[in-house]
């Protein structure tokens, strides 16, 4: 199953966002709802059993969970008005941007959209290919901004995003 986190979507002449698919979003909230379904249906029946804390602290994680979640699976903008890109959406200044924020710059430094493939191997066994779309910075940094499930959706989010800055597109999902 091929999943996409991420769509883009131009809001003016200068402006695309790639925002999180509804799919994306639905599951940022409901992960942490399950665990306070678990916590809650503890809290009013309790847990018995060989070992009564383990749904507690699964109920606990997948709860946790939800700002980390929300935190990965937020929108990406890129101005050309303003000059610059920044994780997140809404409006932003020039002057806003810290130089120390890993996620947020000046397009000026950017100078080229690449993909990359990696293989997620999960605890169970079994992996699955995750397609990463980041901006190279002249200086050589990466900036990700967004990670999918499916190549074609990736393809098609960077080749726009690369057209949109007019940079190269480093395309190494197949290498």
Same mark, same amino acid.
């Given at each position: 199953i091929s999943i996409r986190s991420h769509e883009s979507m131009r809001e003016g002449g200068n402006r695309v966002t790639l925002r999180p698919t509804g799919l994306a979003r639905a599951f940022v909230v409901l992960f942490p709802l399950v665990g306070a379904g678990v916590i809650g249906y503890g809290l009013l029946f309790g847990f018995s059993g060989r070992v009564p804390w383990l749904p507690w602290f699964v109920g606990a994680v997948f709860l946790l969970a939800g700002p980390f979640l /929300?935190? $990965?699976?937020?929108p990406f903008t890129l101005d050309r008005g303003l000059g610059i890109y920044w994780n997140g959406a809404g409006e932003?200044?020039?002057?806003?941007? /810290?130089?120390s924020d890993a996620r947020a710059g000046p397009l000026a430094d950017v100078h080229a959209v690449q993909i990359? /493939?990696?293989?997620v191997r999960m605890k169970e066994g079994g992996s699955y290919a995750s397609y990463e779309i980041n901006l190279v910075l002249k200086h050589g940094r990466?900036?990700?901004?967004? #990670?999918?499930? #499916? $190549?074609?959706?990736?393809?098609?989010?960077?080749? /726009?995003?690369a057209t949109f800055l007019r940079v190269? $597109?480093? #395309?190494?999902? #197949?290498a």
């Open positions: /929300r935190s $990965l699976v937020r932003k200044s020039a002057n806003s941007v /810290r130089v990359i /493939r990696e293989q990466r900036v990700n901004v967004c #990670d999918h499930g #499916d $190549l074609s959706g990736t393809r098609a989010d960077a080749a /726009r995003i190269p $597109l480093w #395309d190494a999902a #197949d």
